[in-house]
């Protein structure tokens, strides 16, 4: 089905001619449909390839979905113009009137910082407690989930010796949950983080559910029994050359980054990187999507309500 996304946001040509169909806003307009209305509040400093990336995934879906960027009020991103911003993005403060269908948190270079040491974290913390009453679902990526877990039940963070940066081989280990409905019982993904949230504190609370994991990387995802909070600590929403991106910045940065794991062919930097699971994160984006539309009332207004 349709995504519907602003007009010029420079995800849309890109999309486009990956064969996917974008409306205009003036053309969903005439729909009489009841889309899902996503909001996804961008913390990644690279706003476009993140923006181009999960509109990517839920343009996949099966359902008719309006995407609304969102920011913190006081973050000023140092790899987004400012045009941009502006353009295509709207504080928190502004979209706190209307209620979601659907909130994606994304991850965030700040992992190895204390939660509280992050400078919008009273922001996050508001955008948090906001949501629990007015949007049906969140999905939150890599440090995004951590920082919801950390918040809702006060799970710690365990920082890495060293980045963990590769495509490891996870299992999945429930059954009847709605979102991996449909994964086989072992696949790849992303990993492109500095810590984790330990198994055993996870399974720790009752209200946790455990649904994939790796011997290597840890918990990849996880969820609230009632299915409303997503907890996905990996990055399936990757592009085949986004590690390699990370890889070099990382090495112009000055340090020296292992090669990502298990990504190159050869393990050689020189050349070129596959997806190797694009179909599983199909999977993920559009259970969460049908997830969200089995749960969300037919009238917003109703979000929240019990």
């Known amino acids: 089905m349709p995504i519907r996304i602003p007009n010029d946001l420079p ?11 974008v409306m205009r806003e003036e053309e969903a307009a005439r ?24 509109a990517r995934q839920l343009g996949r879906t099966a359902l008719q979905v309006n995407i609304s960027l969102v920011t913190t009020p006081s973050y000023r991103p140092r790899n987004a113009p400012e045009g941009h911003m502006a ?39 508001d955008i948090f407690n906001w949501a629990a009453g007015n949007v049906t679902s969140m999905l939150a990526l890599c440090w995004g989930a951590q920082a919801l877990l950390y918040h809702l039940y006060g799970l710690p963070k365990v920082e890495y010796p060293g980045k963990l940066s590769g495509v490891y081989e996870h299992r999945r280990v429930a059954e009847r949950y709605p979102i991996i409905s449909g994964f086989d019982d072992s696949f790849r993904v992303p990993v492109s983080r500095w810590t984790e949230v330990p198994r055993a504190a996870i399974a720790g609370e009752a209200d946790l559910v455990i649904l994939a994991d790796s011997d290597i990387a840890g918990v990849c995802l996880a969820q609230d029994r009632a299915g409303r909070n997503i907890y996905m600590f990996n990055h399936f929403e990757y592009d085949a ?6 890889y070099a910045r990382d090495q ?32 993920l984006y559009g259970n969460w999507i049908n997830a969200v539309y089995q749960m969300t009332p037919f009238d917003r207004q109703a979000i929240g309500g019990g």
């Not at 996804?40 to 390839?49: A, D, F, R, T, Y």
Request: no cysteine; glycine share 6%.
């Open 87 to 125: 353009a295509f993005y709207k504080p928190w403060t502004e979209i706190a009137r209307n209620k979601y269908d659907g909130l994606i948190i994304t991850g965030a270079p700040i992992e190895r910082l204390p939660f509280e040491d992050v400078a919008y974290w009273p922001e996050l913390v």
């Open 252 to 283: 112009e940065a000055g340090g020296a980054p292992k090669v990502p794991a298990n990504y190159f062919p050869g393990d050689d930097p020189t050349r070129t990187p596959r997806n190797t699971w694009r179909s599983h994160a199909q999977l």
């Open 241 to 246: 050359d986004t590690l390699a991106w990370e």
């Open 31 to 54: 729909q009489d449909i009841r889309p899902l209305e996503i909001a996804i509040l961008n913390l990644m400093p690279e706003k476009v390839k993140t923006e181009t990336q999960i």
């Open 11 to 21: 995800a849309a040509p890109i999309l486009r001619q990956e064969g996917l169909v």
